[in-house]
């Protein structure tokens, strides 16, 4: 029964793999009353079990099963019982859980031990040995199998909101981030469409540096459109972006499917809409799995890279949701080509724009104000309030610029600063849209509604503007 492998030596090769067993001590009622949690490979199980009806059952159906006393330590010999080995006890009597566990710890160097009972555990276990409740696995197992059939059901009335839609238009923000590209991506495959069928297109073009590496390697269309092409489709699904976005640009859609807050009201014939994601990537992934969608590793990619940017790596705007699909997507993805997404080659452009806005700073008390004027990206805003954000002693960084006629007010805070996107929204919203999430938030107002208000306006005017709003809205003076 000895070992001689060092105690604390830790070994992962194949070979230690391979030879590991699941031994399933366990007796009949036991396993009639909570249920068999062992659907494992004949070849890697082995029962050990006091009737020899069960035995010569479990043998029947392909399993390798000894019978005998339980609280025998002989059966444990017999089995060859092994450190490796990783145990799981399944009885009714207290007292025959703790007496088996009493012989498994005579074995050198314990093997991993777990006790399975229909809800509590009624026996005093050693801390090495750990208890799973039945009830509680079959609950869990319930609400995934249930969230997945009512996901099912949305996905049907997806389907059937666009079925008649010969050539759709997959629209997405006009300068599209990755989650947006995954997103349009994942309703293709959702709706088992093609580039020709259902194009994603954009009235704007991808400018960011990481984004147009990540459509170059993942081999991404995106059709820049006019509104005019918009007669050329007979439908039109929005994926992490909502009709208001648009003004009155378009007709009434088919779909949208966003985590954005609503700003405005809307018609499509299929909405689905949950703030409380932190992704839209997030919401395809439920859609995926409901449907058992097959999801290549292009698209695997593409959804890790969008969850990912759009929580800052799960450390913003997170929910268990989130957390989940993160996990589901992790060993899918194509983690080199990730890599080489996230370290593209910096415009210098941007370099200037960042050095421009660091010199043209206002700090009053922990916020941080800068003007950078006129841009020829938009994602560079949000960009640079992330920087400004690692600032020591800064929790909110509020950084404005002038694009394509607007002024652009990005907001970024830290988790414990809570209301951001309100925040925005008291400031601004009697000027333009304004709103956003709790730690990352934006306002787009047209410099026009400005000069109604206070006449023609120079960066100076504009910067004072944006700061003499947010710090009215905070409560505290405005800064000189």
């Avoid at 498994?104 to 801390?127: E, K, R, W």
């Avoid at 929580?311 to 080199?336: C, K, M, Q, V, W």
């Avoid at 120079?458 to 503007?465: E, G, R, S, V």
């Amino acid at each position: 029964m000895g070992s001689s492998r060092p105690k604390c030596q830790i070994l992962h090769d194949a070979g230690e793999r391979s030879s590991m067993r699941h031994v399933v001590i366990c007796q009949e009622q036991a396993l009639l009353g909570q249920g068999c949690p062992t659907p494992y490979d004949p070849e890697v199980v082995l029962y050990l079990v006091d009737d020899r009806g069960l035995q010569r059952k479990l043998s029947k159906a392909g399993y390798a099963a000894i019978s005998g006393d339980l609280s025998d330590h002989r059966i444990y010999q017999r089995a060859h019982v092994k450190p490796d080995d990783q145990i799981l006890i399944q009885v009714q009597s207290p007292e025959l859980t703790e007496n088996i566990i009493q012989h498994l710890q005579q074995i050198d160097d314990q093997p991993s031990v777990a006790v399975i009972t229909a809800n509590g555990c009624h026996a005093t276990l050693p801390p090495t040995v750990k208890h799973v409740s039945a009830d509680a696995l079959l609950r869990q197992a319930t609400e995934t199998a249930l969230r997945r059939a009512r996901t099912h059901h949305w996905v049907q009335e997806l389907r059937q909101a666009l079925a008649q839609a010969k050539n759709l238009l997959i629209l997405v923000q006009h300068d599209p981030d990755p989650d947006a590209i995954a997103s349009a991506l994942a309703l293709r495959t959702l709706l088992g469409r093609n580039k020709t069928t259902a194009p994603i297109g954009s009235f704007g073009q991808v400018t960011r540096p990481e984004n147009v590496t990540m459509i170059r390697l993942l081999e991404v269309e995106i059709e820049t459109i006019t509104a005019a092409d918009l007669a050329l489709y007979d439908d039109i699904a929005l994926v992490d972006v909502q009709p208001p976005y648009f003004d009155d640009l378009l007709p009434p859609v088919g779909a949208v499917i966003d985590h954005h807050p609503r700003v405005a009201p809307y018609a499509a014939k299929y909405c689905d809409v949950r703030t409380n994601f932190g992704s839209t990537s997030t919401i395809f992934v439920q859609y995926l799995q409901a449907v058992n969608a097959k999801v290549t590793q292009r698209l695997a990619t593409a959804l890790y890279y969008g969850l990912k940017t759009d929580t800052l790596f799960l450390g913003r705007e997170t929910t268990d949701a989130d957390i989940e699909a993160f996990t589901y997507l992790y060993p899918l993805a194509n983690h080199s080509l990730i890599r080489r997404m996230e370290r593209p080659q910096l415009p210098l452009r941007d370099l200037d724009a960042l050095g421009y806005a660091l010199r043209a700073r206002a700090i009053n008390d922990s916020t941080f104000f800068t003007h950078v004027g006129l841009v020829e990206r938009e994602d560079v805003l949000p960009q640079f309030a992330e920087f400004c954000l690692q600032v020591e002693g800064i929790e909110r960084s509020v950084v404005s610029g002038i694009f394509c006629g607007n002024l652009v007010v990005s907001l970024r805070s830290h988790a414990h600063v809570k209301g951001s996107g309100a925040l925005v929204q008291h400031a601004f919203k009697q000027y333009g849209s304004a709103g956003g999430h709790r730690s990352m938030a934006k306002a787009v107002i047209p410099l026009a509604t400005l000069e109604e208000h206070f006449g023609r306006l120079n960066d100076a005017d504009l910067a004072q503007f944006v700061q003499n709003q947010i710090m009215q809205c905070l409560g505290t003076s405005t800064v000189a």
